[in-house]
């Protein structure tokens, strides 16, 4: 028992060394990024607005620094996630088998890939359209003033599930790779999926029916990926017998 409680503490002990140095480094990546890139990080959010003539405005006194600091700590944390994985994998991987260690790692680095993607797919492709619909062909009579901090919700909120959907089809290969499904279960449950991606491209995207139909197409578009994948997996276990 003694012997238990103090492996029980000593992981404790690792596991806050472990958050301490992920927070520190967090921290101190915010602050450089806000010193001495927030200009740039600003620009290049603002791009597609401003692209169609469109400015922002802040209405409070704190506001722009608030939308500064917003970018800051979004970059701090893509710059500081090479220490922040790194300290998480010198927790876990101990614990793992070694054939447990390379799938970790492969799925880490292809769900990484996937999710940046994800969010360049978004960023390049579809935030632009959706923002001259939205403010110019739906507007009327009305003159848009969007300030910083409401652009910025905006643009997380519409970019961050382009980011998550993307790792369908690595999902799918990892539950596929388990045994959990096959090609030809996703494929019965395609019309269910379907009311289910139109109910999270509703839920997860700014209420409005542009930006909900360009969430919705990309991911019935990875579903059918997903499927492909199950199906290639299926045919080289059946050959690899």
Excluded at 63 to 82: H, N, T
Excluded at 87 to 97: E, G, K, N, T, V
Excluded at 204 to 209: K, R
Aim: hydrophobic share 60%; aromatic share 12%.
């Amino acid at each position: 028992m003694a012997e238990k409680e103090l492996t029980l503490s000593a992981h404790f002990k690792e596991l806050r060394r472990v958050i301490m140095i992920s927070v520190v480094a967090i921290g101190l990546a915010t602050m450089l990024c806000f010193g001495l890139w927030r200009e740039v990080l600003m620009q290049w959010i603002v791009a597609p607005i401003q692209g169609d003539g469109q400015g922002l405005i802040f209405i409070g006194v704190s506001e722009a620094f608030i939308a500064y600091f917003k970018i800051s700590i979004l970059a701090g944390l893509v710059l500081a996630s090479p220490i922040v994985i790194w300290q998480l994998y010198s927790f876990i991987l101990p614990a793992l088998y070694k054939n447990e260690r390379r799938l970790l790692l492969v799925v880490s680095f292809l769900g990484t890939i996937l999710f940046l993607a994800g969010i360049a797919f978004g960023y390049i492709l579809v935030l632009k359209p959706a923002l001259k619909i939205l403010l110019f062909q739906f507007s009327g009579q009305f003159v848009p003033q969007i300030t910083a901090n409401y652009y910025l919700d905006f643009v997380g909120r519409f970019l961050l599930p382009f980011g998550l959907i993307f790792e369908m089809p690595l999902l799918a290969w990892v539950l596929g790779k388990a045994g959990i499904v096959q090609a030809a279960l996703l494929q019965k449950w395609r019309r269910y999926v379907v009311i289910i991606i139109l109910f999270l491209a509703a839920i997860l995207t700014p209420p409005d029916i542009v930006s909900q139909l360009m969430l919705a197409l990309p991911m019935l578009v990875l579903y059918e990926v997903s499927i492909q994948v199950c199906k290639s997996m299926e045919k080289r276990a059946v050959h690899k017998k």
